[in-house]
């Protein structure tokens, strides 16, 4: 075993110390210029060795941050793509330590603690809990991104998966302006400055409902429930005026299909209708599987039609057709979906610092993001399919978005990773109310989410979940906070129901 629980649940508490950004009162810019952050996004492919000499082809997927000039932090996902586990999916933090050898090489070694699992029961993954450590190289191109490749050991400590392989690699870095702490800008109505351009993106909270063929059948072999609804989150990025990039993750939550999750990655094209609607082409491609679905090896292809139609200067709703297909699988569906989402623009530079009077006429909006460990204690009999005399902990992100100085939106993505419920995911969105209190650094909030959970034998039903939770948090300085959390979480339509321990 590479790390001792008790000594894991320190690291999810370091870490959250350093990740936990966030500030309850505006401050304002002191400096003249902004300082810019140094970020990849990092893609990785390699086969893991299971037993009985079973291989997974397991993609993955990282997003960093330069703390300093060697060390980075952040989150990544991995997924099955190739073997006979659709449906594996882990989440979790990660670390990265860089050396640029000359302008075209560099070496790197890098550690993840994630949790999740699927398609092989807690007899493969146990509780859930992964480790993956790596070193390699990767040769630096200023245009096309960096390629390289190395070893890596993917372990789950109380599972059955230990193993030693190489891997490939492919890393696209850019420069992002995320001041700690919150900060002010000028207000001007002459908007920004001209040497410094903006970048268009979305955020959509969306439903998705798959319509099933008959013919499809599940990876038991019984025929497959004819209907399937799932709630998620799309990010678009666009390029230009039409070209854009997407990352979209939904997790089942009505139907017989609990446990399904897919995160699909792709690109498109967009078409003005008129000064208020457009058309989007778009497809994708990621690892997707769980609740029974048989997507065979875990890959997923989606194409969508979808028509948005803008309701003020920043909301917008859009509606899609589409269809997916499972190639090395029985799944195939067509599927339609309906969501709200918020269009903002963002500076756009390559420098490694912004003059305020450059981001004149840009607003700054309040993030937060959370590494949070949680524990489900049992309040009802049955809550799981087996083990129900264990508690189950859970890591994993939240991200929050504050209106204003007391009310957040917020999403969080958690997956098992001790309890025996390894597999188990739920991903949830919600509104929370922050208070701070009188003239101290404590502050208290409460925050209600809902969407889908499933996995890990935990009886959830179709996938429909609920959440509310009761916060107290302490202010450290303008950008770091450690919190601890009570609340209730409810399967509607099944057995499950927990307290919840953050």
Do not use: C
């Amino acid at each position: 075993m590479f790390m001792d629980l008790k000594w894991f649940r320190l690291f999810v508490w370091t870490w959250t110390i350093v990740l936990a950004a966030g500030s309850s009162h505006g401050v304002a810019a002191e400096a003249e210029y902004f300082p810019t952050t140094q970020a990849r996004f990092s893609m990785s492919y390699e086969s893991v060795n299971l037993p009985a000499n079973e291989n997974m082809g397991l993609l993955g997927g990282s997003l960093l941050y330069d703390v300093n000039d060697w060390l980075a932090l952040g989150g990544a996902a991995y997924g099955a793509m190739s073997g006979q586990r659709g449906g594996f999916i882990t989440l979790g933090a990660a670390a990265e330590v860089h050396k640029e050898i000359n302008d075209y090489l560099e070496v790197l070694a890098g550690g993840f603690v994630g949790a999740g699992g699927g398609r092989g029961g807690y007899t493969l993954q146990g509780g859930g809990l992964m480790l993956r450590t790596y070193a390699g190289a990767q040769f630096k191109s200023d245009r096309w991104g960096n390629v390289g490749g190395g070893v890596s050991w993917v372990d789950f400590p109380n599972g059955a998966i230990h193993s030693a392989q190489p891997y490939l690699s492919y890393s696209y870095p850019f420069v992002t302006l995320l001041p700690r702490g919150w900060v002010e800008l000028p207000e001007d109505d002459i908007g920004p400055w001209l040497n410094i351009g903006t970048a268009e993106q979305e955020f959509i909270v969306l439903y998705h409902h798959y319509r099933i063929p008959s013919g499809v059948v599940t990876d038991r072999g019984t025929p497959q429930h004819r209907s399937m609804g799932l709630m998620g989150v799309e990010w678009d990025r666009y390029l230009d005026d039409h070209w854009f990039i997407k990352l979209e993750s939904e997790g089942a939550m009505q139907g017989k299909s609990h446990g399904y999750m897919q995160i699909l990655a792709g690109a498109g094209y967009r078409w003005a209708l008129s000064r208020d609607s457009w058309v989007k082409l778009s497809a994708a491609i990621g690892p997707a599987g769980g609740g029974s679905v048989a997507t065979g090896g875990g890959v997923l292809l989606d194409a969508q039609l979808a028509f948005q139609r803008k309701l003020t200067d920043h909301l917008f709703l859009q509606s899609s057709f589409g269809y997916v297909n499972a190639p090395g699988g029985s799944f195939h569906a067509t599927g339609f979906s309906l969501g709200g989402g918020y269009h903002f623009e963002t500076p756009d530079t390559h420098a490694t610092r912004v003059s305020a009077l450059d981001l004149t006429g840009f607003e700054a909006r309040h993030l937060r993001i959370r590494l949070v460990d949680q524990r489900y204690v049992q309040d009802a009999p049955n809550w799981r399919n087996h083990h129900a005399n264990l508690d189950v902990d859970l890591l994993g992100f939240q991200l929050d978005y504050f209106v204003n100085d007391w009310f957040y939106l917020t999403g969080q993505g958690v997956a098992a990773y001790k309890g025996q419920a390894g597999g188990y995911m739920t991903g949830l969105v919600g509104v929370g109310v922050h208070m701070p209190l009188a003239e101290t650094p404590l502050f208290a909030e409460v925050d209600v989410l809902g969407g889908a959970a499933g996995g890990g034998g935990l009886d959830v039903a179709g996938g429909l979940v609920w959440q509310a939770d009761a916060i107290l948090g302490w202010q450290l300085n303008d950008a770091y906070s450690v919190q601890g959390a009570y609340g209730i979480m409810q399967a509607p339509k099944g057995k499950f129901k927990a307290r919840v321990l953050s």
